[in-house]
């Protein structure tokens, strides 16, 4: 007589997986927060409590894995990527509204971009990946600040939108917080202070 398999054990097996390849991921997002880089899977695997074994059983290799816990990230922030009304209200209301908007996804990815731009070079997921957030942060920048933008010539609009984009990338801001030492009150001043001037 054949033994049929326990659909619970089977279920609990895979949620077991499940739960330790999530532990797996998280370690490699706290360690970028204490700015490991490039973590070795030793220590992904103390930080997270699951035998080295099966950290390479989860993912093929570490570049498989730094991956899947910036996609994972990613994921968790992706809501602050959203802009609430764009183009709508004084010049100086938006202004604050996208820098402290803009401040926040900053805190929020600082360490985990860190590591992505550290790997982009070398990584054509990732390289991909960060232009498509570029590419929504640009078309973020010139829906706020429209009304000003389409009232100048083509060539300053150009550059003026070009500025504007540059100025609220992630670069600019860790810059000023990371290489400046600006606080994150401060950083957010200067960026308010000098959008306003740009864009007046």
């Known amino acids: 007589m054949t033994e049929v398999a326990d659909p619970t054990e089977t279920d609990g097996r895979t949620a077991r997986r499940d739960r330790n390849r999530d532990l797996v991921l998280d370690a490699v997002i706290e360690l970028f927060a204490e700015d490991q880089l490039t973590p070795n899977a030793a220590d992904v695997a103390a930080r997270s409590g699951v035998s080295l074994r099966s950290v390479y059983r989860y993912y093929e290799d570490l570049d498989a894995l730094v991956r899947a816990a910036i996609a994972r990230h990613v994921a968790r922030v992706e809501p602050l990527l959203e802009v609430p009304d764009p183009g709508v209200g004084p010049l100086d209301e938006r202004v604050a509204r996208f820098v402290a908007c803009r401040m926040r996804l900053y ?48 060539a300053e609009r150009r ?6 984009d540059t100025l609220l990338q992630f670069e600019s ?20 202070r000098t959008l306003t001037a740009l864009l007046t």
Do not use: C, K
């Open 107 to 154: 805190e929020a990815v600082a360490p985990t971009a860190r590591a992505a731009l550290l790997r982009a070079p070398v990584n054509h997921y990732l390289r991909e990946r960060l232009e498509r957030v570029r590419e929504t942060l640009r078309r973020q920048t010139e829906a706020m600040f429209a009304p000003e933008l389409s009232g100048m010539s083509g």
């Open 159 to 164: 550059a003026v939108s070009g500025a504007a």
């Open 173 to 192: 801001a860790e810059h000023l917080r990371v290489r400046l030492g600006y606080s994150p009150a401060q950083t957010a001043d200067i960026l308010r």
